[in-house]
């Protein structure tokens, strides 16, 4: 997995890829279209974030490389790339449970907050992608 040189592209298995994290200014693409949502990415090395129809969706620090996001309103999945831990926060209900799989291996359960945002962290290296999965209780 590379960095998303585009900033912002739709996959043919229908995922997004998002996020340049070699990036040393900060780079934005808005308006991007995708199955009738307006996508807006904003990324380079100490941010990444992703918002759809103006609302909130991904946001990790450091910046990232975000691969094959995919979601419904069950599950969220991704590969992840970076050069460090990252804090990863991602839109998810209010009060809901997650389980977290990181590798395929589950990492524990993680409450969203009351503002929909779900908070985790993972072990990043530049040119090692991570697998996220989550899976709504």
Not at 38 to 62: A, D, Q
């Amino acid at each position: 997995m590379a960095v998303v040189n585009e900033l912002l592209r739709a996959e043919a298995d229908g995922t997004l890829s998002f996020g340049n994290y070699e990036l040393e200014v900060k780079s934005k693409l808005s308006d991007f279209e995708y199955n009738g949502d307006l996508y807006k990415v904003k990324t380079f090395k100490e941010i990444t974030k992703l918002e759809r129809n103006g609302m909130f969706v991904y946001e990790s620090v450091p910046g990232t490389a975000v691969n094959n996001f995919f979601e419904t309103d069950k599950e969220m999945s991704f590969k992840v790339e970076g050069i460090d831990f990252a804090q990863i926060t991602v839109e998810a209900e209010n009060g809901a449970e997650y389980k977290v799989y990181v590798d395929e291996v589950n990492v524990g359960t993680v409450t969203a907050n009351l503002g929909g945002k779900l908070v985790l962290s993972v072990e990043l290296s530049s040119g090692k992608t991570v697998d996220v999965k989550l899976i709504k209780e």
